[in-house]
């Protein structure tokens, strides 16, 4: 049984490196699952019992190794492809049987074209399928690695030297249940964190818009001041000379030649 151990741990170590596709190492973690994979397929009651019987030892049959020998018959061979009504793609052999026996013509073109075809098809389908089953293990595989494990804190006493040591429940509980406050002490120091962050873009953020309004009331302009309007005293109807205008501005004085002043008479001015 040691020669299907081995090939079933082969097969076992071929078939991960060829799913993962190079993504994945093999690490000594690795190795367990894929030898008691091996081991699990080999060591079998029915394994054992069935290597007995195949090599004719018990019980004692000389025509098992005989009929190994033993060419098979035509009619066998069409029981046996008449067994499944429908071909995936792995049978391609039996595809391209059943269109040489189906189609009269093998030598046209288009017969050669159809077996090319199928081939083709059928070659890769098991590709895809091989590819898509490879990936999705080695995500599952690749999830598995990136979670980190971290000891309880069991609280060892100071007298301990090493050595094999058997925690009740009760001190797992009292590990689990501290790690837990840890946790949540953690939690609450990150949520003040990002409490007092908050703040102090809120006040980052008001301190920019009170500086705008600033700005914007200085370089708004100042308004002008109202102007005075001129009081003017009206005289009453009936007669004949108008009364003088308050805030009139005096007469504007024009000069000579050689720069004296001339006062213009009232008619003028």
């Given at each position: 049984?040691?020669?299907?151990?081995?090939?079933?741990?082969?097969?076992?170590?071929?078939?991960?490196?060829?799913?993962a596709q190079g993504l994945l190492l093999v690490?000594?973690?690795d190795f367990f699952p894929l030898?008691?994979?091996?081991?699990?397929?080999?060591?079998?009651?029915?394994?054992?019992?069935?290597?007995?019987?195949?090599t004719g030892i018990w019980p004692r049959n000389a025509e098992v190794i005989l009929q190994k020998y033993r060419p098979s018959t035509p009619v066998e061979q069409d029981s046996r492809e008449s067994s499944t009504s429908v071909l995936s793609g792995k049978d391609w052999l039996k595809i391209e049987t059943l269109v040489r026996n189906t189609v009269r013509e093998e030598g046209s073109r288009e017969?050669?074209?159809?077996k090319r075809s199928?081939?083709?098809?059928?070659?890769?389908?098991?590709?895809?399928?091989?590819?898509?089953?490879?990936l999705t293990k080695a995500l599952q595989v690749k999830k598995k690695q990136q979670k980190k494990s971290k000891p309880l804190d069991l609280q060892q006493r100071r007298e301990y030297h090493g050595g094999?040591?058997?925690w009740s429940p009760r001190k797992l509980r009292e590990a689990r249940v501290r790690e837990s406050v840890?946790?949540?002490e953690k939690e609450k120091v990150e949520l003040k964190k990002a409490r007092k962050k908050a703040e102090i873009t809120s006040a980052k953020l008001r301190n920019l818009q009170e500086k705008k309004e600033r700005e914007r009331k200085v370089?708004?302009?100042?308004?002008?001041?109202?102007?005075?309007?001129?009081?003017?005293?009206?005289?009453?109807?009936?007669r004949g000379d108008r009364g003088d205008e308050i805030g009139r501005d005096p007469a504007p004085t024009t000069t000579t030649r050689r720069g004296r002043n001339i006062k213009l008479p009232a008619k003028f001015q």
């Open positions: 049984l040691f020669k299907p151990l081995l090939l079933a741990y082969l097969k076992a170590l071929t078939t991960y490196l060829h799913e690490k000594k973690g030898f008691w994979e091996a081991w699990t397929i080999s060591f079998k009651k029915k394994t054992i019992l069935k290597s007995f019987k195949a017969v050669q074209k159809l199928l081939h083709h098809i059928s070659v890769q389908n098991d590709i895809l399928h091989a590819e898509v089953q490879g094999a040591v058997f840890v946790d949540k370089s708004k302009p100042a308004a002008a001041p109202k102007q005075k309007k001129k009081q003017r005293v009206v005289v009453a109807e009936g």
